[in-house]
């Protein structure tokens, strides 16, 4: 197996370190083959090539079996030119692998439900997969720019999906769905834009293949609403690139901090690139306070999705729970009578609750 490592910037270098280690210990029990190739994307490839996405950092993905990628970004690049920022990299490095499927995961642990900013009844027990179209939308939609009317300036981009596009990342839900409760919840604003009306007529068609899943429909605005009302009503939720960009990070914050939560993006052969859904987070980079448990968990759904060993995943995730029950925390997971650790610290402790689970 070969794995694709890109650090990127901030605190992406601390974390992937962490991952690292984590896989490394389970190379070691286990006796898996497994090499890393190391590629540059964001800031860092910016500031060492030029441009934010290198030619060599494509092939190296290329020739991979999965990527696994820390952060990208920081307001260092801020007064780039579009085309320069490291957002770019990673949008194009997504088009690119053709990831149209965006897999984020929001649980909640019993020992963290009282670090949620909602009441812990509201939260306990919530488990829930978002799955958001990553390479369509509004994002990469043209035609898109800023162009001059008469004496001010005009901001324009274009919301576009195709049926193909829709029906790809349905199928994709609908077959998640029936690994889980059975559930999709389609989000769209379909009484007001075109493109949601087609986004809620082709998932309507696509569901109709599944009568094993119940379907329903919501708006965003109501679905944004909800997810801090009731948000274990949801099991599989279903989202545009844009609104799931929203959502996502919305629903992040029900666990107590998006610091825990990875997540998975394929394209139709199940290669991935793996990533937490936090960013880079300049302003705490080097302190060794960042927690790397997002990323360690993006590495179990590495091993569960792109690299066929879902009990490598499974031992991943208990080793995470271990360490949790044992009372170990991050800064941003911390509470009064918990035993505040380092990002090294609680990547070694995780190891060592592999091996010992081994």
């Excluded at 500031?47 to 092939?59: A, F, H, I, S």
Aim: aromatic share 6%.
């Amino acid at each position: 197996m070969k794995i694709c490592v890109i650090p990127g910037d901030g605190i992406g270098v601390e974390i992937c370190a962490e991952a690292v280690r984590v896989i490394d210990a389970l190379k070691d029990i286990h006796g898996l083959k497994i090499e890393y190739e190391y590629g540059l994307l964001g800031g860092a490839a910016y500031d060492q090539t030029g441009r934010p996405l290198p030619v060599e950092t494509l092939r190296l993905a290329d020739e991979a079996d999965a990527i696994l990628l820390g952060a990208v970004g920081g307001p260092k690049w801020d007064k780039l030119p579009a085309e320069s920022r490291p957002e770019r990299g990673l949008l194009g490095i997504r088009k690119y692998l053709g990831l149209n499927a965006n897999l984020r995961p929001i649980k909640v642990y019993p020992e963290l439900a009282n670090a949620s900013t909602l009441r812990p009844e509201v939260v306990s027990g919530l488990d829930m997969m978002i799955v958001r179209e990553l390479t369509g939308d509004i994002y990469f939609g043209q035609p898109r720019g800023i162009r001059t009317s008469g004496f001010e300036r005009v901001g324009y981009n274009t919301m576009e999906y195709s049926e193909s596009e829709i029906a790809l990342i349905a199928e994709m839900a609908f077959r998640i769905a029936r690994q889980r409760s059975g559930k999709v919840m389609s989000v769209d604003k379909m009484n007001v834009l075109e493109c949601m009306q087609l986004w809620r007529d082709v998932v309507t068609k696509v569901g109709e293949r599944f009568p094993d899943v119940t379907l329903d429909h919501m708006l965003v605005d109501n679905a944004a609403m909800q997810l801090v009302k009731n948000p274990k009503q949801f099991d599989v939720l279903l989202t545009g690139n844009m609104f799931g960009d929203i959502l996502s990070d919305e629903a992040a914050m029900l666990t107590g901090s998006i610091g825990m939560l990875p997540s998975a993006s394929l394209n139709v052969e199940d290669k991935g690139m793996y990533e937490p859904c936090h960013g880079s987070a300049p302003d705490i980079a080097g302190q060794g306070v960042a927690n790397p448990l997002g990323m360690i968990l993006s590495a179990a759904m590495m091993f569960r999705y792109s690299l066929g060993r879902p009990d490598m995943a499974d031992a991943i995730e208990s080793a995470v729970q271990t360490v949790l029950t044992n009372g170990a925390r991050t800064r941003d997971i911390f509470q009064a009578g918990d035993r505040l650790v380092s990002t090294s610290e609680m990547g070694g402790l995780v190891e060592a609750a592999l091996r010992r689970l081994s």
